[in-house]
């Protein structure tokens, strides 16, 4: 499950680095703004070119990134030269962001490079996408289930500063709709999720609203209550779990346990909107490195994957900024 967070995106990148390099790969990925690009990226590539082609993405970004530096500092310098020569009454330095670090088609063009949509859509690995419908304000999820994905629907969350909305089915996207939601569809099944945030600020008290952290308790309350219902039910006579209104209670039953390692980067909103155009070569080589050690401590964790209570449908653990918290 990724999010979204500009170039905080570079922890998933990293985290799924790691991942691979353990053996383990999803069947099942959400994404929504820029976690919609990687996502679309490791769904969209043979499992051998995932790493590399994350890679690629990144350093290109990166490179234009610098270029677009470049040319502000070239602006900067031309400006201020024109003000000593008595041009113009006062400096007027052009504003750092007022140009996306990438344009649409640019964008565009690169996600084609490094993404295979047939692969996508033939249904190896099934991927979810999420964005806001700007007409209705509903949150939604282009699902390869049910929809053909293609460049729109991984544009559709926005994933960068300055980039439009896009236009689908003649409805209007932009935003975007929150990952972990996407698994109020799940089956009820041993699950092991890893849901990667880049940015998610520390609920409650004076930290911010985690939507992640919200939904993860609905989550829990859903599946508990399955579990619970599994419980009584082996606790029936016979003649009871015969009745009509009894088996359609039952069938909602479920011994199975979900497992949600939830890895945040920031939890800090000091400074978010830079962190988040922050692009630069050394920004995502230090979020890519922060990704790999959060994934490979959290898999070498002696409790984490260890079989949890009976009555539990969903453990929860978590590691904020490479700091591990109680287990919930």
Same mark, same amino acid.
């Given at each position: 499950?990724?999010?979204?967070?500009?170039?905080? !995106?570079?922890?998933?990148?990293?985290?799924?680095?790691?991942?691979?390099?353990?053996?383990?790969?999803?069947?099942?990925?959400?994404?929504?703004?820029?976690?919609?690009?990687?996502?679309?990226?490791?769904?969209?590539?043979?499992?051998?070119?995932?790493?590399?082609?994350?890679?690629?993405?990144?350093?290109?970004?990166?490179?234009?990134?610098?270029?677009?530096?470049?040319q502000y500092a070239d602006g900067w310098r031309s400006a201020f030269a024109s003000w000593l020569s008595?041009?113009?009454?006062?400096?007027?330095?052009?504003?750092?962001?007022?140009?996306?670090?990438?344009?649409?088609?640019?964008?565009?063009?690169?996600?084609?490079?490094?993404?295979?949509?047939?692969?996508?859509?033939?249904?190896?690995?099934?991927?979810?996408?999420?964005?806001?419908?700007?007409?209705?304000?509903?949150?939604?999820?282009?699902?390869?289930?049910?929809?053909?994905? !293609?460049?729109?629907?991984?544009?559709? !969350?926005?994933?960068?500063?300055?980039?439009?909305?896009?236009?689908?089915?003649?409805?209007?996207?932009?935003?975007?709709?929150?990952?972990?939601?996407?698994?109020?569809?799940?089956?009820?099944?041993?699950?092991?999720?890893?849901?990667?945030?880049?940015?998610?600020?520390?609920?409650?008290?004076?930290? !911010?609203?985690?939507?992640?952290?919200?939904?993860?308790?609905?989550?829990?309350?859903?599946?508990?209550?399955?579990?619970?219902?599994?419980?009584?039910?082996?606790?029936?006579?016979?003649?009871?779990?015969?009745?009509?209104?009894?088996?359609?209670?039952?069938?909602?039953?479920?011994?199975?346990?979900?497992t949600i390692l939830h890895l945040v980067h920031e939890g800090s909103a000091a400074d978010l909107?830079?962190?988040?155009?922050?692009?630069?070569?050394?920004?995502?080589?230090?979020?890519?490195?922060?990704?790999?050690?959060?994934?490979?401590?959290?898999?070498?964790?002696?409790?984490?994957?260890?079989?949890?209570?009976?009555?539990?449908?969903?453990?929860?653990?978590?590691?904020?900024?490479?700091?591990?918290?109680?287990?919930?």
């Open positions: 499950m990724l999010s979204g967070g500009g170039a905080l !995106g570079a922890y998933q990148a990293g985290a799924y680095a790691a991942l691979e390099g353990s053996g383990v790969r999803p069947n099942w990925i959400a994404g929504t703004a820029i976690g919609a690009i990687n996502a679309a990226i490791i769904a969209g590539s043979l499992p051998h070119e995932r790493v590399a082609r994350l890679r690629h993405f990144w350093i290109e970004i990166g490179r234009r990134q610098q270029d677009l530096g470049r008595g041009r113009r009454r006062g400096p007027r330095f052009p504003p750092a962001f007022e140009r996306p670090v990438i344009s649409t088609a640019a964008l565009r063009a690169m996600i084609g490079e490094v993404v295979d949509f047939d692969r996508i859509n033939s249904g190896g690995v099934r991927v979810v996408l999420g964005a806001v419908n700007l007409a209705t304000g509903a949150e939604t999820l282009f699902d390869n289930d049910r929809h053909v994905l !293609g460049v729109d629907h991984v544009l559709a !969350g926005t994933p960068f500063p300055g980039i439009p909305a896009v236009t689908i089915g003649r409805q209007l996207f932009a935003g975007s709709a929150i990952s972990v939601s996407a698994l109020d569809d799940a089956r009820p099944a041993d699950t092991l999720c890893l849901a990667i945030d880049g940015y998610d600020p520390i609920p409650g008290g004076h930290g !911010g609203f985690s939507r992640s952290v919200r939904d993860i308790v609905a989550l829990r309350r859903t599946h508990d209550l399955r579990r619970m219902i599994a419980l009584l039910g082996e606790r029936l006579p016979s003649a009871l779990r015969g009745d009509v209104e009894v088996r359609r209670c039952l069938a909602e039953a479920s011994t199975a346990t979900m909107d830079a962190k988040m155009r922050d692009f630069s070569p050394a920004a995502v080589a230090r979020r890519w490195k922060a990704g790999e050690s959060d994934v490979t401590t959290s898999l070498a964790h002696p409790r984490w994957l260890a079989p949890p209570s009976r009555l539990s449908g969903v453990v929860v653990h978590e590691l904020r900024g490479g700091v591990a918290a109680p287990p919930h």
